[in-house]
């Protein structure tokens, strides 16, 4: 997250595993629990468990280990984000829904290259 963000702030905040509780034997990020408007609120996550709670706020992308410095994954998202991001007191979760098709596009674009 911090080689993405360098100088610029694109995450007003970013939870990890400890962030989780446990549901079904599962780690799942339930965002209800944080106090944020879910309309303004998107899950990025390897994980699609993880916002099993939340689906209509949530984006899958490929896993990161760190080794392959062609993985541009998250920062082809920044454009479709940044456009969602334009419509003020829009929905996200609407907005993800319309952009869903370039989003699988992106992320389905990435695991192929990079198996």
Do not use: C, W
């Amino acid at each position: 997250m911090d080689a993405i963000e360098g100088e610029k702030k694109y995450f007003s905040y970013v939870f990890y595993r400890d962030h989780t509780v446990i549901e079904d034997n599962d780690y799942v990020k339930d965002i209800s629990r944080i106090g944020r408007d879910l309309s303004k609120t998107i899950i990025v996550d390897n994980m699609p468990q993880n916002f099993r709670l939340q689906k209509e706020n949530g984006i899958l992308i490929k896993t990161f280990y760190g080794e392959d410095q062609s993985d541009k994954s998250l920062l082809e998202l920044i454009p479709i984000l940044t456009e969602m991001a334009k419509t003020p007191g829009k929905d996200l979760r609407e907005a993800l829904a319309l952009f869903k098709d370039e989003i699988l596009k992106k992320v389905s674009s990435n695991l192929s290259r990079n198996k």
